[in-house]
């Protein structure tokens, strides 16, 4: 079974504890024979589901949106980042050199083509840019890959 992620980052320290947890125990709810991650590993919910699926026994792939991508994300987030792509499978590439809206899009739909299912931490609310993570859902949706939502009670952004 392969399974993506994609979700809100930036989340307060009890919205990303109660996320923490509903990502490792969607992770466990799959059984760990050809249980495959795929994610872009930026910090967040992206990190916590390859960690947990790691954890898990199951394998990695990573999808790196840009060349740049890594730079983008929060210094102290790079041990973190340098460690998961060490430890994957396999690493998926863009062929794109910014970081930005589109790359993070392209990312995203690449991650989406592997996938059986796709978990997404989403307040349900609209993306606030392009390539957010509404956008990512509805692109699933568009092209038939199931979304199962994680958003715990008493989750909020910002």
Known sequence: MRIGITGHRGLSGGTERAVTAAVRE???AYPVTDLVGVSCIADGPDAW???AVLERGGSLEVVVPASKYRASLPDWHHPVYDDLVRRASEVHGTGLTDADSHAYMVGSE???????ELL???DGWPARGHGGTADV??????????????????ATRD
Do not use: M
């Open 26 to 28: 969607a992770v466990r």
């Open 49 to 51: 589901f390859a960690q």
């Open 110 to 116: 690449i991650l989406v083509g592997l996938v059986d």
């Open 120 to 122: 997404a931490v989403w």
């Open 137 to 154: 859902v509805a692109y699933a949706e568009r092209t038939g890959v199931p979304v199962r939502i994680l958003w715990p009670d008493g």
